[in-house]
C-alpha cells in the first residue's frame, strides 16, 4: 500500500457499514478525511467516535515512542554510569584475560616455591641449602611448635613436676632414697 499519510480523501456513507470501515481504515493511515452522509445526527456521532478512535490511537502511539526513548535512554546511562558499551565490552574481555594470566602465573609461582622449599626441585641459582636446613624449613612451615607444647603438656600425667619447672628445664625427677 502506498504512503496516504498527509492526502486528502471523500467518504461517502461514512455514518456506518462500510463507509465507516474505511474511513477508520483511511483515518488510521494519517489521511485527512471529508466525511458524508444522508443522515447527519449519525454522520456526527461516527465522527466523534471516530475521532476519539484518532485520538486515542495517537496517544497509544505517542506513549509507545515514549517508552522506547526512556528504555533507550536508560540502557545509555546505565551503560555510561556503569563503563559497559559497545565499545568497551572488548576491552573487559581484554583485562579480564590479563587478570586470568596474572593469577596463573601467580600460582604456578607459588608451586615452584613450594617444590623449592620441600627438596623436590633443586635451585640452580647457586643459593643451595644443605639437608638440614630443607628439614629445619619443612618441620617449621608444617607443624605449629606452640600448638605441640599445650598438647604435650596436658598430656603428662598427675604427680609430675610442675608444667612450669619442666618447661624452664629446671625440675629434674628425683629418685627415692630409703
Given at each position: ?131 638440614i636446613?630443607?628439614?629445619l624449613?619443612?618441620i ?39
Amino acid at each position: 500500500m502506498q504512503d496516504l499519510k498527509g492526502k486528502t480523501a471523500i467518504v461517502t456513507g461514512a455514518a456506518s457499514g462500510i463507509g465507516a470501515g474505511i474511513a477508520r481504515a483511511l483515518a488510521g493511515a494519517g489521511m485527512n478525511l471529508v466525511l458524508a452522509d444522508i443522515q447527519q445526527d449519525k454522520l456526527t456521532a461516527a465522527l466523534q467516535r471516530l475521532q476519539a478512535k484518532v485520538e486515542a490511537f495517537r496517544t497509544r502511539k505517542e506513549t509507545i515512542k515514549a517508552n522506547y526513548s526512556a528504555a533507550e535512554a536508560e540502557t545509555r546511562v546505565g551503560e555510561a554510569v556503569s563503563g559497559i558499551s559497545e565499545e568497551m565490552g572488548d576491552v573487559g574481555l581484554a583485562m579480564q584475560r590479563a587478570e586470568d594470566k596474572t593469577a596463573q602465573l601467580q600460582a604456578r609461582a607459588g608451586a615452584i616455591d613450594e617444590l623449592l622449599a620441600s627438596g623436590a626441585l633443586e635451585d640452580d641459582t647457586g643459593s643451595t641449602k644443605d639437608n638440614i636446613q630443607v628439614e629445619l624449613e619443612r618441620i617449621s612451615s608444617t607443624s605449629d611448635v606452640e600448638a605441640e607444647l599445650s598438647r604435650l603438656k596436658t598430656a603428662l600425667p598427675a604427680g609430675s613436676p610442675p608444667q612450669d619447672a619442666l618447661t624452664a628445664g629446671l625440675a629434674q625427677p628425683q629418685e627415692a632414697k630409703s
